[in-house]
């Protein structure tokens, strides 16, 4: 049985920079992609960033791109998404997920329905 465990998160001021982390457990490092997305009241869970099987490629969208950086701790088998320079609307729950594909239709997997096993959600909160 897979589980996942996501951390981090919480109150930042607009400009700064926070980091939330999961990880996930019953699954073998490096068989999986893992993606993040957030989710605000209302509205649909957004894509925002994906990491290979092996760490080897990444993909963002444009609203977080140069500003977000998802990687992996190869050491504590942990995934990570690094957020620089955020901004109230970043303000979110934010999930971690993983499938097992990091392509889908030869582009990067980023619907919902790609990944299998998700995190509970953390919420972020940035402030003005």
């Known amino acids: 049985q897979v589980q996942v465990a996501e951390s981090g998160g919480g109150l930042v001021q607009a400009g700064g920079s926070l980091r939330v982390s999961c990880v996930f457990s019953?699954?073998?490092?490096?068989?999986?992609?893992v993606a993040w997305f957030r989710q605000t009241p209302g509205m649909e869970r957004e894509f925002l960033a994906a990491?290979?099987?092996?760490?080897?490629?990444?993909h963002y969208v444009d609203s977080v791109k140069d500003r977000f950086t998802i990687a992996r701790d190869n050491v504590q088998h942990k995934h990570i998404l690094r957020m620089n320079r955020v901004k109230p609307e970043d303000t979110a729950v934010y999930y971690c997920?993983?499938?097992?594909?990091?392509?889908?239709?030869?582009?990067?997997?980023?619907?919902?329905?790609?990944?299998?096993?998700w995190g509970q959600g953390t919420q972020v909160t940035v402030s003005s």
């Open positions: 997920a993983a499938g097992p594909y990091y392509y889908c239709s030869g582009v990067v997997c980023s619907a919902t329905t790609d990944y299998a096993y």
């Open positions: 019953g699954i073998t490092w490096g068989d999986y992609a």
């Open positions: 990491i290979s099987f092996l760490g080897d490629d990444t």
